[in-house]
């Protein structure tokens, strides 16, 4: 296996041995880069699934796969090498064409060997330095979208940073409320797929009938209640990520049906005859522990191992206790936002009160706690016993009206259903079951618009 410090891989690719032979001679030349050959299309996508490649230049006339079908086939390949167009002079119209399909840069033939050098190390550049920015998407992808300070969660860090620059299937693990699809998600953010489709279905949420329909699609008329044709989740992650969320409460059949579409990259839709290809990511996340569940006879083993290829095993909360404090601030200055609150913050007391807690529900518990203070805070410095939300630390601070409470409820909720609609009122609306007028009203009337 190549090292981080190795040198870039150049495919050249051409049905012509002898103009093989030339381009090869002129990049060996220089040393510091590592050739390889292929004679068609179809050999070159053979050699790229091997990995390793970093930059692939082909001729534009070939018999079978041609140099054109090869670069838009390399463009939907998610982490597949960017591709260089060898054409014939006077064929700019089509080195136009090949980059707007997704080639790289082009060169025409005859070519002078420096001038081939200098595309070659334009492109390579080019190259790394977009799995540079890869990179360090992925390194600050779970600071996006987590809070942190712990050792262990700066290790879960590191292993989403290196799991997203390869188009793995990963198995999240963890007691539930640790955040593993919030994980999930910072996976997709920094992988080769985040501009693609990113799909999340919860296997515990359905029957097995109806979990085979939603992830493999449906014939109209396929059983009683199909009254149209259905796609599936795999076909609408196609390209993309897909989530499966609670994999452990997948039923056996299920599984089995699972496994053959990963390893066969193809699925039968229940009610047809066909096969449909697909091209999906998969990110599992569970709270059961499954090597258990194997040994009971509960889940597969060869499905198993098919998606325990990278590991990520969240940990609780109560293990990392220096996250609680960022955390409870995070939450504190998210749901004064949310209800309409300035300046609140938790008093030394309190935060020191949730530093001391064990979090049977991690993260999600201690979110809930805080969004309880903050609902019910009359005063900018929350003191109250966050256990204990009925007492209050002094005479002297004034309980929040029903009509009061109520208000700061509306807003929240609102606040929070536009967020999840992306700011679009009238689906924001049709969700919470009201008028886009009345929506509107209530925005204003909320300080939200």
């Not at 997704?102 to 200098?118: Q, T, V």
């Not at 989530?243 to 056996?252: T, V, Y």
């Not at 040994?295 to 940990?315: A, C, H, K, T, W």
Request: a neutral charge.
């Amino acid at each position: 296996m190549r090292g981080p410090m190795r040198r870039p891989l150049v495919l050249i690719v051409d049905d012509e041995a002898a103009l093989r032979y030339t381009l090869r001679a002129i990049l060996e030349e220089e040393g510091d880069l590592d050739v390889e050959e292929a004679s068609d299309g179809a050999q070159a996508l053979a050699r790229v699934d091997r990995g390793g490649v970093d930059l692939v230049l082909t001729d534009l006339r070939m018999p079978n796969t041609d140099g054109m079908e090869l670069i838009e086939e390399l463009s939907r390949r998610p982490g597949a090498p960017r591709a260089i167009m060898i054409t014939a002079h006077g064929s700019e119209r089509m080195a136009v064409e090949a980059m707007k399909r997704g080639a790289l840069d082009y060169f025409a033939k005859p070519f002078e060997g420096d001038e081939i050098l200098r595309v070659v190390r334009r492109s390579l550049e080019t190259v790394r330095l977009n799995a540079e920015n890869r990179t360090l998407r992925a390194a600050l992808s779970l600071r996006q979208t987590m809070v942190f300070s712990s050792p262990q969660m700066h290790r879960v860090a590191a292993l989403v940073e290196r799991a997203a620059r390869r188009d793995v299937t990963v198995l999240i693990t963890g007691e539930s409320g640790t955040g593993k699809e919030l994980v999930a998600k910072a996976l997709v953010r920094a992988s080769a797929r985040s501009e693609m489709p990113y799909v999340r279905f919860n296997c515990a949420a359905l029957p097995r009938e109806l979990a085979e329909s939603e992830l493999f699609g449906h014939s109209k008329g396929a059983f009683t209640g199909a009254v149209s044709k259905r796609a599936g989740l795999f076909r609408e992650a196609d390209g993309g990520t897909l989530l499966l969320d609670e994999i452990g409460e997948l039923d056996l059949l299920t599984q089995g049906k699972l496994l053959r579409v990963l390893q066969e990259q193809e699925l039968r839709p229940i009610g047809e005859d066909a096969t449909v290809e697909v091209d999906v990511r998969i990110l599992a996340a569970t709270n059961r522990n499954l090597g258990r569940a194997v040994q009971e006879g509960s889940f597969r083993e060869d499905l198993y191992y098919r998606l325990n290829v990278v590991s990520i095993q969240m940990p609780p909360l109560r293990e990392r206790p220096e996250d609680v404090r960022p955390l409870a601030e995070h939450f504190t200055a998210r749901f004064a936002d949310r209800y309409g609150l300035q300046g609140v913050r938790l008093s030394e007391r309190v935060l020191t009160r949730l530093e001391q807690a064990r979090w049977p529900g991690n993260v999600r518990e201690l979110q809930n706690v805080v969004e309880r203070l903050v609902a019910l805070a009359d005063e900018p410095i929350i003191d109250e016993d966050p256990f204990d939300a009925e007492e209050t630390s002094g005479a002297t601070i004034r309980r929040l009206t029903l009509k009061e409470r109520m208000a700061h409820f509306e807003r929240g909720l609102i606040a929070a259903e536009m967020e999840r609609c992306g700011g679009n009122q009238s689906e924001t609306a049709r969700r919470l079951g009201v008028s886009r007028p009345a929506l509107i009203d209530k925005l204003k009337r909320h300080g939200l618009k």
